[in-house]
């Protein structure tokens, strides 16, 4: 299938995904931008400026991506700087108990792709499923998020390659010895030097039996996608706070111990509330972390609190060393100084 060209232009996780001492900083460079603007303002056109950026600069007029019919996992060499594959964790399907999909991104040096939110610029992975009767999707899951680079831009993504997984649920009277396809229109943004939309179609047939599938080559990978899924740790206690521009999180552990002088930490937004490209200023005070965040000036929404998760080099769960901390901490508003 050819990709056309966009309307908008707006890492390597290791296998499925990024241990969190493999974060760092790419090198890639592009830029591109969306944002929702604030009703009663001049927020629509000073939003619109990057895209305008982006159309006139970073948009190739051309762009294919096709599917191999010889192998329907793999996309067929192209322009494209990415290549996808839709796979499955398991070779057949049980009526009535959800199974895992994922698209697997391998994504050429000097590019990345973006995350559920990917910060200042960019548009993430999205995909529209077309799914048989009965059968339903869940959210995207995705595995934890790198930093790379686009122009003067920090965005929050993915390099190298990345899973992305969601979980697929049959209904409990599906016959077995029939089989069902899985269909679903993927599309992307994989940006460098200029950015590349990409559009697939991608389809997954697979049997329908009493008995418990085998575990395809890719079940691993996907394991370990699911082991970076973020967690709330009682031991750990976050507190939100706003002064003007910025936020403050108050991260304390309930061990002493775990207040070290080595730990780093960075903060990823389920919401354009904090800026990817601003930098994220870390001291120890006391008896806790004091993260400093500057917030997005074109996202044009006010939350009471910030959603999102807390990525570092060091565990804050030794028994869940990939899993980074969830939190979604109130924030009280402290006067200006």
């Known amino acids: ?106 994504i050429q040096p000097g590019f990345h792709t973006y995350w559920r ?49 969601t979980t697929i649920t049959p209904p409990n009277d599906l016959p077995s010895g029939d089989a069902i396809t899985i269909r679903g229109k993927a599309s992307w943004m994989c940006c460098g030097r200029q950015c590349h939309p990409g559009f697939l179609t991608i389809q997954q047939r697979l049997r329908v039996e009493d008995d418990s599938g085998k575990p395809t080559r890719w079940a691993r990978a996907f394991e370990r996608v699911r082991s970076q899924q973020p967690m709330a740790f009682s031991h750990w206690t976050v507190e ?31 919401k354009r509330q904090v800026s990817s490209a601003a930098f994220q200023a870390l001291t120890v005070e006391s008896n806790r972390y004091i993260l400093t965040l500057q917030h997005e000036p074109f996202s044009g929404e006010d939350h009471e609190t910030l959603p999102g998760i807390l990525v570092s080099n060091e565990p804050w769960d030794r028994a869940e060393p990939e899993r980074p901390l969830l939190i979604n901490p109130h924030l009280t508003s402290l006067p200006p100084r």
């Open 1 to 106: 299938m050819s990709a056309r060209p966009s309307q908008f232009c707006p890492g390597r996780p290791r296998v499925f995904g990024v241990s969190q001492r493999e974060r760092g900083l790419a090198d890639s460079t592009g830029t591109s931008r969306r944002s929702r603007p604030a009703s009663g303002s001049n927020r629509p056109v000073m939003a619109a400026l990057p895209w305008i950026v982006v159309l006139l600069l970073f948009c190739p007029t051309k762009r294919t991506v096709g599917q191999d019919p010889r192998d329907p996992e793999k996309t067929l060499p192209s322009f494209s700087p990415i290549q996808v594959r839709f796979i499955c964790d398991q070779d057949s399907i049980q009526p009535g108990q959800p199974f895992s999909v994922g698209l697997l991104q391998d």
């Open 117 to 165: 939110n990917p910060g200042t610029v960019g548009l993430p992975t999205h995909v529209d499923w077309d799914l048989p009767e009965g059968f339903t999707a869940s959210p995207m899951i995705w595995p934890t998020p790198q930093r790379s680079q686009m122009a003067e831009y920090e965005i929050w993504g993915y390099r190298d390659q990345a899973l992305l997984l």
């Open 240 to 270: 939100g706070k706003r002064r003007g521009d910025r936020y403050l999180l108050e991260i304390t552990p309930r061990h002493p111990s775990d207040l070290t002088q080595n730990r780093t930490i960075h903060f990823f937004g389920y």
